[in-house]
């Protein structure tokens, strides 16, 4: 088993940045791979970003890829997703996933443990 607990979510204006983190605990850190994914008001959970248990491939959503950056600390069993110039579309709950395989999909349905989100808000 795997438990994630995401932090860093919050009120941001349009532009702006944040880090959300998700530490790990259970089996292994290091052999899963990682990704993030969100759910707006109204909207189906979409694809965000991915990265391999190495870090050495990383995967985002068009719509945030140059904006958001994915990195992985297997030290520090934690995973993060830096987001600069935020836009009110960016609005939504920020799931951490893992997954028992060595590479990131953006399916969801491919991720084997979920976290229990954390709210990001932009404001214009």
């Known amino acids: 088993q795997v438990q994630l607990v995401e932090s860093g979510g919050g009120l941001v204006q349009a532009g702006g940045s944040l880090r959300l983190s998700c530490a790990a605990s259970?089996?292994?850190?290091?052999?899963?791979?990682m990704g993030w994914f969100r759910q707006a008001p109204g909207k189906e959970r979409e694809f965000v970003s991915a990265i391999s248990w190495s870090g050495g491939s990383t995967y985002y959503a068009g719509s945030v890829k140059g904006r958001f950056t994915i990195s992985r600390d297997n030290v520090k069993n934690t995973v993060y997703l830096q987001m600069d110039s935020l836009k009110p579309e960016d609005t939504a709950v920020y799931y951490c996933a893992a997954r028992r395989q060595s590479a990131g999909t953006v399916r969801a349905d491919d991720y084997d443990y979920w976290g229990q989100g954390t709210q990001v808000t932009v404001s214009s």
């Open positions: 259970g089996r292994t850190f290091s052999a899963i791979a």
